[in-house]
């Protein structure tokens, strides 16, 4: 799949685009670790060339904190197309900043920064309005364009349809148009509070105000990962009156319950989750968010289509939001899918009036300052309680391994570099990935 892609965006042209992603490497031919993807469940840590500026917006961080996104585990599975070897992964990390280009006016050479998952232009229609993520003008993909009609924004370390751009899992990161697409933090604000800056916290705050959570409402969450348990966290803080949530892992359904005091239904158990729901609620939920991945499907009908490649994504859980949903509920789809389902219960979307919003990729600049001035500045909002482990770059390949098949309670990590601060108070203290996963 990956090289008939591959080999259908050859041969389409390139778009135009006001960034690129091959970047210069140091002329001192210095070398970084970087973790690399070679094909599904195959990726390594590798040397890679340091990259120097290429284009005159460009900044150059020495990266002091980054990690891993359940968006990754679909590169990881292979699920995205157009994933070329040697791709260096990576869309949430910070750092220190190393050199500027130019033309970059705003951020200076020693400033602590995070950078947002996508790269943004700063100029187009879209990026005016701070909707980074949908800027028109950085993803050079065809193939992108000609699946959904126009493209996103191009992201770090996310395939060759989303432009290409090496990621961020790495010691040293390009950063395109460093303008914008990075948000200085101040002193006070430790490492571990900022970095989840670049997507977390943002998107789960996103699918929660874009999917229009408001006081009272009963909200449902599917997935407990990092991107449900902050959505779970932010439905709290929007007012809503309850909150559950639905997943399978022991640990992620004790950490909901422990941490945020939500309800929560095991889908290992109640395999008809619309069913438990609604013997909850008989009305049905105000609000249902999607927070789970595609790569799972639970029914035999899916899992062999899938397998048969009749469908690239799964219905099951749009359908289960669909169901769950009172008349006129919203439904948001904040997990990542990438292509086609079949069988969505188009039937009940319409007789109920369900609002089935995709909420996309989430748009970072349009949030990330008030996210760190009125949350994580203020207290109110602290990142830090889903963080469960801390491990080294040189660890990478092998976190991929554990986070993707959920061991040892991981729920949200921070990779350090060799740039990186001690661990601040109360984070996880740095282990090894061998330590801990072979102890399930
Ligand atoms: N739109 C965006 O901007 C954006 C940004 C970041 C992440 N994402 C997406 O958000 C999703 C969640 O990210 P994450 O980091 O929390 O991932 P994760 O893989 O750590 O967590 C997903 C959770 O969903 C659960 N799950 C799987 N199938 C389920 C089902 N049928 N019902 C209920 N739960 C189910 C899993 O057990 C897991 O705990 C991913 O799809 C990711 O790609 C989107
Ligand atoms: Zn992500
Ligand atoms: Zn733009």
């Given amino acids: 799949m990956q090289a008939t892609a591959n080999i259908v965006q050859d041969h389409m042209q390139n778009l135009e685009t006001k960034v690129h992603p091959e970047y210069k490497p140091a002329p001192d031919g210095s070398q970084m670790k970087a973790l690399a993807w070679f094909g599904a469940k195959d990726v390594r840590v590798v040397d890679a060339p340091v990259p120097t500026i290429t284009e005159p917006d460009d900044v150059i961080l020495k990266v002091t904190g980054t990690t891993i ?72 993909s065809p193939l992108q364009a000609k699946l959904y009609g126009q493209r996103d924004a191009g992201f770090f370390g996310y395939s060759h349809i989303t432009g290409g751009f090496p990621g961020g899992q790495a010691e040293f990161v390009r950063v395109p148009k460093g303008n914008v697409n990075l948000l200085p933090i101040p002193d006070e604000v430790p490492d571990e509070k900022a970095i989840y800056l670049s997507d977390i916290i943002p998107t789960s705050y996103h699918a929660v105000v874009d999917t229009g959570v408001k006081d009272g409402d009963v909200v449902g969450i599917w997935g407990l990962g990092p991107i449900g348990m902050y959505a779970a966290k932010w439905a709290q803080l929007k007012g809503a009156s309850r909150v559950i949530g639905i997943d399978r892992v022991p640990e ?125 500045m203020t207290g109110k909002f602290d990142p830090t309680f889903i963080l469960t482990h801390r491990v080294p770059i040189e660890d990478m390949a092998k976190l991929y391994a554990a986070f993707n098949q959920r061991v040892a309670g991981v729920e949200k990590v921070f990779v350090q570099t060799q740039f990186s601060s001690l661990p601040s108070p109360g984070c996880p203290k740095l282990s090894r990935v061998d330590e801990w996963s072979s102890k399930n």
């Fill in 252 to 376: 992620r359904l004790a950490m909901a319950k422990e941490k945020l005091g939500i309800e929560t239904i095991d889908f290992s158990v109640h395999s008809d989750v619309p069913k438990k729901i609604l013997e909850l609620f008989p009305r049905g939920l105000d609000v249902a968010i999607d927070c789970g991945t595609f790569h799972e499907p639970k029914t035999m009908m899916h899992k062999v289509q899938k397998m048969m490649m009749l469908e690239t994504d799964n219905p099951e859980t749009i359908n289960e939001m669909i169901v769950s949903v009172r008349k006129m509920g919203r439904a948001g789809i904040i997990a990542a899918y990438s292509g086609f389902a079949n069988g969505v219960n188009v039937g009940a979307l319409m007789e109920k009036g369900v609002r089935l919003i995709g909420n996309g990729q989430a748009p970072v600049h349009l949030y990330w300052e008030e996210l760190l001035r009125d949350y994580i």
């Fill in 69 to 140: 996104c359940g968006s990754d585990l679909h590169l990881y599975h292979g699920e995205i197309l157009t994933m070329q070897k040697g791709d260096i992964l990576g869309h949430e990390f910070m750092g220190i900043v190393d050199k500027v280009g130019p033309n970059v006016t705003n951020i200076k050479v020693g400033q602590r920064v995070v950078a947002s998952f996508q790269i943004a232009c700063g100029d187009c229609h879209f990026c005016k309005q701070k909707l980074s993520s949908f800027c028109d003008w950085t993803n050079n």
